[in-house]
């Protein structure tokens, strides 16, 4: 059974995008996505996440919020968040990792980069 995996991210072309990067690295999963932080953060209290993807710059709700939201409801981190975001500067990168990420990575990706970060959490 693949692990459910929570994509935050307001284009959906890119939660597209994410997936098709999933499964062409072989990861076995399931996606429930979410549009901004806000519904992200109701999908993940629905219960059954196991991995969550999340973009910064997202309205409603940003995901460097949803983070420190997701941390105040999971402190012991066992859920795995990694940023995968435009914000590529030193500062956005040192802030995430603060609010709890476990990684970050800079969009655009190449599925190297991709596989690289996420693909020990699917064990590929």
Same mark, same amino acid.
């Given at each position: %059974?693949?692990? !459910? ?7 959906? %072309?890119? &939660? ?8 062409? %690295? *072989?990861?076995?999963?399931?996606? +429930?996505?979410?549009?901004?932080? @806000?519904?992200?953060?109701? &999908?993940?209290?629905?219960?059954? $996440?196991?991995? $969550?993807?999340?973009?910064? @710059?997202?309205?409603?709700m940003t *995901? ?6 997701? &941390?105040?409801?999971?402190?012991? #981190? ?5 940023? $995968? !975001? ?5 500062? #956005? +990168?040192?802030?995430? +990792? %603060? /609010?709890?990420? @476990? @990684? ?11 596989? /690289?970060?996420? *693909?020990?959490?699917?064990? $590929?």
């Open positions: %059974m693949g692990k !459910t995996v929570l994509i935050a991210d307001d284009s959906a %072309m890119m &939660r597209k995008i994410v997936q098709k990067n999933l499964k062409e %690295m *072989g990861a076995d999963f399931t996606a +429930v996505e979410a549009n901004d932080g @806000n519904e992200a953060l109701e &999908r993940f209290r629905a219960g059954g $996440v196991e991995i $969550v993807l999340t973009d910064w @710059n997202m309205p409603n *995901g460097i919020d949803l983070v420190r939201a997701l &941390r105040e409801m999971d402190p012991e #981190k066992k859920v795995p968040i990694i940023m $995968v !975001t435009s914000e590529a500067t030193a500062d #956005k +990168v040192k802030e995430a +990792v %603060m /609010a709890g990420v @476990n @990684n970050y990575l800079t969009k655009p990706f190449t599925p190297e980069n991709f596989k /690289a970060k996420l *693909g020990p959490l699917f064990g $590929v």
